[in-house]
């Protein structure tokens, strides 16, 4: 496909995925795609046999890039505890850059042809088990306690698949300061608890709470 | 209304809610209602003026009981821990039991009438902030550590509301073994670490500095 072929074809793709977030799926027509491109409806068909295949290609995209990216991860050099951060950090920016994508992926399964649907509901079942794998090794590398795995990976993709219904691309928090956050909790939840210590270490951190505590107070009163 | 009237008024809304579910909203039309309930659409439209109103409902009833939970559990003589962990048992209940009313409630905001999706916003805001104030009430009592309490609730809205996509009623595990996992989860991230030692307590002084890092940042763009 010619780069120019394809830039127009990501263009109606998004285009299209603006609209049926906005207005729901079935209540869009390719009509109301090619207005807001400023194309002819002929034309749009050179790139799209339809409405249907539009959809089809949004929810084929938003599955493969989250697919990929898992199996990027899973085959890197790192730890189960620096794959699940990457895990996060690249499932929040996703979703932050592609909300309009994430909007139609979890809203209209039900619009999607029945076949598709039945593989894309394997591939889904595929890249949880994946993100499962991961929390597991966690488990036995004794990095997270001995927590039911699968309900790690559905709280989690919970919490960062929800992004896309509150996302605010305005607000003061980028995609990795979410994901830095989510982790935090996330992590301090599954980790296995050890022993040790030391005052100062202790001290430091009553110091550093102190500061976080000013820090957090002068953002509330901002 | 008679017992009776509300009971049918009830059976309209759920199987309403299973059909929109399964085919989509703008799909699904009142004669599918009235034939899955083995009722003439004449009758069915002495209990509703239309498809829309019974969207509406849904949405409506769902919202409310959110909200009326909430409050209830605001007021109660409980501490915000226990507050918390009541907002999130009696919420996974709810997704759990009205599986149908939350898919709809979640994909089909764009087919609501402009007005009522506007009302219904201003409601989940103020959901939100409530329970914002329940984590804010935590932390100033020291059982959570300073963390962004606006996240806190994304994060674990995000957890329970996914419930929906996921939820298995023939699975082994019962909407209270859920949330009692989901909030081990949350606590032991959101709880003020007491004692520990060395290699935790290097870990909890990592992550201060990341959370004191991402605050800073935040506050510098707010």
Redesign the interface.
């Known amino acids: 496909m010619s780069r120019k072929r394809e830039a127009v074809r990501d263009l109606i793709l998004s285009t299209s995925a603006d609209l049926f ?7 869009t027509t390719l009509d109301d795609v090619a207005a807001r491109l400023g194309m002819s409806k002929a034309s749009l068909y050179t790139y799209f046999g339809g409405k249907e295949e539009i959809l089809a290609e949004i929810s084929r995209q938003t599955i493969e890039t989250f697919t990929r990216g898992l199996a990027e991860i899973s085959r890197a050099r790192l730890s189960p505890e620096e794959k699940l951060r990457e895990v996060v950090l690249r499932h929040v920016r996703f979703v932050v850059s592609h909300r309009s994508f994430l909007t139609v992926f ?3 399964e ?2 999607l042809p029945a076949r598709f649907a039945r593989a894309l509901a394997r591939q889904k079942d595929r890249y949880d088990r994946d993100l499962e794998t991961i929390v597991q090794q966690g488990i036995r590398s004794g990095a997270f306690r001995p ?2 795995a699968r ?2 990976v ?2 989690l ?7 896309y ?2 996302y605010n691309p305005r607000g ?3 995609p990795d ?2 994901a ?3 982790l ?8 296995a ?6 005052p100062a ?2 001290r ?2 009553a110091r ?2 102190r ?3 000013a ?2 107070r ?2 509330r009163n ?1």
Chains 1, 2 share one sequence.
């Open positions: 977030r906005d207005r729901g799926y079935r209540a979890f809203s209209e039900a619009s927590v039911p309900l790690v559905y709280g993709l919970g919490m960062v698949n929800w992004l219904k509150w003061p928090l980028g300061d979410i830095h956050v989510f935090s909790f996330v992590e301090d939840g599954i980790r608890p050890r022993r040790g210590g030391g270490l202790a430091r951190l550093l709470r500061e976080l505590d820090t957090a002068a953002l901002a």
